[in-house]
């Protein structure tokens, strides 16, 4: 697929998480979290999970868990059901980290009160892809952070978290990402802008 192919694909899909699903949401919708909500569809289906990170079963739902807001959900749902590589995304609002066991993909926005660094230590070695919006959380070790530029609705790309975990993103996202390094042993950040 084009790059030029590929940033149509996810701004036609942006737009339609904006024109069909928001009139059906209620009153407690986030509408910065449905734009996210659709990136996130956007990121599972261009990682590879290691094998056997769906417990050996090629039809099992991709879970993705939310842990913050209680409107999460409402705001998450026009993504339910909706397919990635075959799988059907189910969403399942968690409250600390003793609710993590069966997530794929965990979003932590940025109400939540759980330590980041206690939250990382718990997926230890656990193919999870985290995803979160704030600078403590990127710090911590998550994967994808959300941060705003000019308005618009960015990402950094943790790639060496990603890779401890056994996940692979495609050149495609990589090149709309700002790519971010953790030295180890340090929670200094070099960052790489590879989409401004």
């Given amino acids: 697929m084009s790059k030029h192919l590929f940033h149509s694909l996810i701004a036609a899909i942006f737009l339609a998480a904006f024109l069909t699903d928001l009139p059906r949401a209620g009153a407690r ?24 990170a769906f417990n050996g079963h090629p039809e099992r739902d991709l879970t993705v868990c939310l842990m913050g807001d209680d409107s999460l959900l409402e705001s998450f749902s026009p993504i339910r059901g909706k397919k990635v590589s075959g799988r059907a995304i189910d969403l399942r609002r968690v409250e600390n980290i003793s609710g993590l066991e069966g997530c794929n ?81 340090s929670e200094n950040m070099n960052e790489t802008s590879k989409h401004q």
């Fill in 29 to 52: 919708l986030n509408r910065e979290h449905v734009v996210k909500a659709a990136m996130i569809r956007n990121f599972a289906q261009f990682t590879r999970w290691p094998q056997g």
């Fill in 105 to 185: 993909l965990l979003f932590v926005d940025k109400t939540s009160r759980t330590r980041m660094d206690r939250l990382m230590d718990s997926l230890q070695g656990k193919p999870v892809l985290t995803i979160g919006e704030t600078d403590r959380f990127t710090r911590a070790g998550g994967i994808i952070t959300f941060y705003l530029k000019n308005g618009k609705i960015r990402f950094k790309i943790n790639r060496d978290a990603a890779l401890r975990k056994g996940l692979h993103f495609s050149a495609n996202l990589l090149e709309l990402a700002t790519i971010v390094e953790t030295p180890t042993g």
